[in-house]
């Protein structure tokens, strides 16, 4: 009985070991700072790392496993004339023309810290974050009518 108690805690200090080893890994990873590219398309400019609410830019969405990048996502929201592009979790874009009231900065930049599927120097988001762009333009203004008009 006392070696078989020995042997089941020997594979638990085992395993506790690969999981702080691979804890270790990931926060080495997550350690690493990922750049937005200093060249973007046009007029388009990064925004920060923005925490994610809910769906925090809900216009057009785009993913791409294998290839995302800045140029290709940027592409596609200013080809539907959107004047926000954003990607989240490596591979998944999101676009619109305005950014849902209480999306905020993350705490950090770093919580950017997925590279594209397709370019591994560069963040594209994180859980709940998002690497915000914007096109540099600005949209339509509501008229509110003439000063001190009433209805």
């Known amino acids: 009985m006392a070696s078989a108690l020995l042997r089941k805690a020997l594979a638990v200090s085992v395993l506790l070991s690969q999981v702080s080893n691979a804890l270790h890994a990931t ?3 997550r350690a690493t700072v990922l750049s937005p590219p200093a060249t973007l398309p046009g007029s388009w400019t990064y925004q920060g790392c923005y925490t994610e609410i809910g769906r925090t830019l809900n216009g057009a969405t785009y993913s791409n496993d294998t ?10 929201c200013s080809a539907k004339d959107f004047l926000y592009a954003a990607c989240e979790y490596a ?3 999101f676009c619109d023309s305005k950014r849902v009231p209480g999306a905020a900065l993350a705490a950090k930049a770093t919580n950017c810290y997925l590279a594209y599927t397709g370019n591994a120097t560069e963040p594209c988001g994180g859980p709940n974050r998002l690497s915000v762009f914007w096109s540099g ?8 009518g003439p000063p001190k008009w009433v209805y």
Request: one cysteine or more.
């Open 91 to 93: 591979s998944q874009c």
């Open 27 to 29: 926060i080495q990873e």
């Open 67 to 76: 290839a995302m990048t800045d140029e290709s996502y940027i592409s596609f």
């Open 137 to 144: 333009q600005t949209g339509p203004v509501t008229n509110l």
